[in-house]
């Protein structure tokens, strides 16, 4: 985990979760639907940033490559 963004989305991720957990164990799945689906999009927009992140890194080492083939040129 790179920046503080994402520890905090995976942080309340995983909380969201165990909340979850929780109201199931209490008052059944019916109560408890939304707060999964919470978690789970949660774990969505983490994953989505971390790809995005991975993928702009990779586009800055093309180019960083790129430039250092043409100034030897």
């Known amino acids: 985990m790179k920046n503080l963004g994402d520890t905090i ?3 309340l991720t995983v909380v969201t ?3 979850g957990v929780h109201q199931t ?3 059944g799945i019916g109560y ?3 707060i999964f689906m ?3 999009g949660l774990l969505f927009l983490y994953r989505y940033r ?3 992140r991975k993928e702009k890194e990779k586009l800055e080492e093309a180019k ?3 430039s250092k083939r043409a100034k030897k040129r």
């Open 25 to 27: 164990m209490t008052f």
């Open 64 to 66: 960083k490559t790129k």
């Open 38 to 40: 919470l978690s789970m």
């Open 50 to 52: 971390i790809a995005k």
């Open 9 to 11: 989305i995976f942080s």
């Open 17 to 19: 979760f165990i909340i």
């Open 32 to 34: 408890a639907y939304f």
